[in-house]
Nanobody, 128 residues
Framework: QVQLVESGGGLVQAGGSLRLSCAASARTFSSYAMGWFRQAPGKEREFVVGISWSGGSTYYADSVKGRFTISRDDGKNMVYLQMNSLKPEDTAVYYC?????????????????????WGQGTQVTVSS
């Protein structure tokens, strides 16, 4: 069982930055691939970015490439999402997710069912 707790959301102006954190309870955290998803009002939850269990590979949705950066610290059981140049369309609830089944190389990162554990989400609001 893995428990995930997100933090760091808030209200920011367009062009600003936020850093989201995800704290994981798993003893074997380093064996999990980690992803960030987001869900805007009235829309489906969508993949934002993922990082492999080794941290050696990262995968980004086209909409955030060049603006968002994912990283992990296995010593602290933490995953981070640095979000720069934020846009109003980035407004959403952001969720952290963990998986030991997803294969990013096969394009599975966007598949919600591949992730077994989810956090409760943190709200990010970007004002124009």
């Amino acid at each position: 069982q893995v428990q995930l707790v997100e933090s760091g959301g808030g209200l920011v102006q367009a062009g600003g930055s936020l850093r989201l954190s995800c704290a994981a309870s798993a003893r074997t955290f380093s064996s999990y691939a980690m992803g960030w998803f987001r869900q805007a009002p009235g829309k489906e939850r969508e993949f934002v970015v993922g990082i492999s269990w080794s941290g050696g590979s990262t995968y980004y949705a086209d909409s955030v490439k060049g603006r968002f950066t994912i990283s992990r610290d296995d010593g602290k059981n933490m995953v981070y999402l640095q979000m720069n140049s934020l846009k109003p369309e980035d407004t959403a609830v952001y969720y952290c997710a963990a998986s030991n089944r997803v294969n990013y190389g096969l394009g599975q990162g966007t598949l919600r069912p591949k992730y077994d554990y989810w956090g409760q989400g943190t709200q990010v609001t970007v004002s124009s």
